[in-house]
């Protein structure tokens, strides 16, 4: 089938707040207590907060669909909306999540390249994220796309602190 990426906008605030949740728990819940998630999701994937960043000139949402049905989505940010301090030359993808029954269909590597090339259209360098240290799956996938560790920062899940790998990919 072929997958289509959309921009996301305010219209597609509870379909994204919906698919948040669902990729989000999906992946953590297994590693973490349901104390924890659930306080997290409450926090990130609120509808005003979800309505917030939609509205941020420097975060973008795109959706991906695999024939009619959302299959994922993917986050970015530039400037000051990116969650860690970094160059004007950077972009963040913040999140890229694909939905349970669609991993292994080249949905996610089709999100990175989405990425990818809005960051070259935009004149950026270099883009980083942050993924949590256990979650290996991930760390291979981004390794294989040329991603490389160069630091990392806290995420709290709840009241839980935990370490998330910052790694990059230079552009250029």
């Known amino acids: ?37 659930q ?9 005003e907060k979800l309505e917030e960043e939609l509205a ?25 909306a990116q969650t860690e301090e970094m160059d004007e030359d950077t972009l963040e993808i913040e999140r890229i999540y694909v939905r349970t029954k669609f991993h292994k269909h080249g949905l996610g ?8 090339d809005f960051a070259l259209q ?15 799956n991930a760390i291979g996938f981004y390794q294989k796309k040329g991603f490389v560790q160069i630091g990392t920062h806290s995420f709290f899940m709840g009241d839980d602190e935990q370490v998330d790998l910052i790694m990059a990919k230079n552009l250029s």
């Open 122 to 136: 935009s004149g950026k360098q270099k883009i980083w994220l942050g993924v949590w240290e256990e979650n290996e």
């Open 1 to 37: 089938m072929t997958a289509i990426i959309q921009k996301c906008t305010v219209e597609d605030l509870q379909e994204l707040q919906k698919i948040s949740i669902e990729t989000f728990t999906d992946t953590f819940q297994e590693q973490n207590s349901p104390e924890h998630l």
């Open 39 to 47: 306080a997290y999701l409450e926090k990130a994937y609120y509808l």
């Open 109 to 116: 590597r089709q999100l990175m390249q989405k990425a990818i």
């Open 56 to 80: 941020n000139p420097l975060s973008h949402f795109f959706f991906i669909y695999s024939g009619q049905e959302l299959a994922g989505y993917l986050k970015i940010n530039t400037g000051s």
